[in-house]
Structure formats: structure tokens, C-alpha cells
């Protein structure tokens, strides 16, 4: 069983950054690939990005490549999510996921979770 909290969420200008944090309960928590997804008003929740369990692969949506940036460190249970060159349309509530023993490239192509989060929002303005 893991239990992911999220925070980091805020509002931002358009071209602005914030960092947003997964913690994980759990002693297995190395054993989990971790993702990112976010859902905005009226529209269905997308994968943004993983990280393997790792560390050492990670898999991005187009929209985001080059842009955000996901992370982990393990001895502290934690994911770090960083997001540069915001734009409007990144808003939404941003989700943090976790797969037993998955790969990132999985999670982002197959959308399998196991755990999820309960969400932080991210708001952009123009």
C-alpha cells in the first residue's frame, strides 16, 4: 500500500515555474514507478510525465518536453515535478501516480496506476 500527498500547487504568471512534491508513505516505495497527471476543467485526465522506480528513465508527454521535469529521491520517499515556461493551458489539478514495478514509458503509454493521489491545482495566468 502506498499513500501519495501532493503540494506545490499555486498560481503563476505565464512564463513562470513551480516545483511540486509527491511524498509516499511507505517502505516500498522504491518499488513504484511514479507519474504525473493533471485534469482540467471538462476535459479527461492526461499523463504528463513518470520516472522509473529508478530513477534513471523517465518518459514525458509532447506538450511537456523540454519544459517540465520529473525527479525522485528515493531515501526521502519523494518526486519533484518541475515546471518552467508555464503556459494558460497547463492548468489543472495535477496528479501524482504511482505503478508497482511498472516503467515509466508503461505509465505513460498504458495509463495503469495503482495509487493515486488526491491533487494539487495548478493555475496559470495570461
Known amino acids: 500500500q502506498v499513500q501519495l500527498v501532493e503540494s506545490g500547487g499555486g498560481l503563476v504568471q505565464a512564463g513562470g515555474s513551480l516545483r511540486l512534491s509527491c511524498a509516499a508513505s511507505g517502505r516500498t516505495f522504491p518499488n513504484y514507478a511514479i507519474g504525473w497527471f493533471r485534469q482540467a476543467p471538462g476535459k479527461e485526465r492526461e499523463f504528463v510525465a513518470a520516472?522509473?522506480?529508478?530513477?534513471?528513465?523517465?518518459y514525458y508527454a509532447d506538450v511537456v518536453k523540454g519544459r517540465f521535469t520529473i525527479s525522485r529521491d528515493n531515501a526521502k520517499n519523494t518526486v519533484y515535478f518541475e515546471l518552467n515556461s508555464l503556459k494558460p493551458e497547463d492548468t489543472a489539478v495535477y496528479y501524482c501516480?504511482?505503478?508497482?514495478?511498472?516503467?515509466?514509458?508503461?505509465?505513460?503509454?498504458?495509463?495503469?496506476?495503482?495509487?493515486w493521489g488526491q491533487g494539487t491545482q495548478v493555475t496559470v495566468s495570461s
Open positions: 501516480a504511482a505503478k508497482l514495478g511498472g516503467t515509466a514509458q508503461a505509465m505513460g503509454l498504458t495509463k495503469s496506476v495503482d495509487y
Open positions: 520516472i522509473s522506480w529508478s530513477g534513471g528513465r523517465t
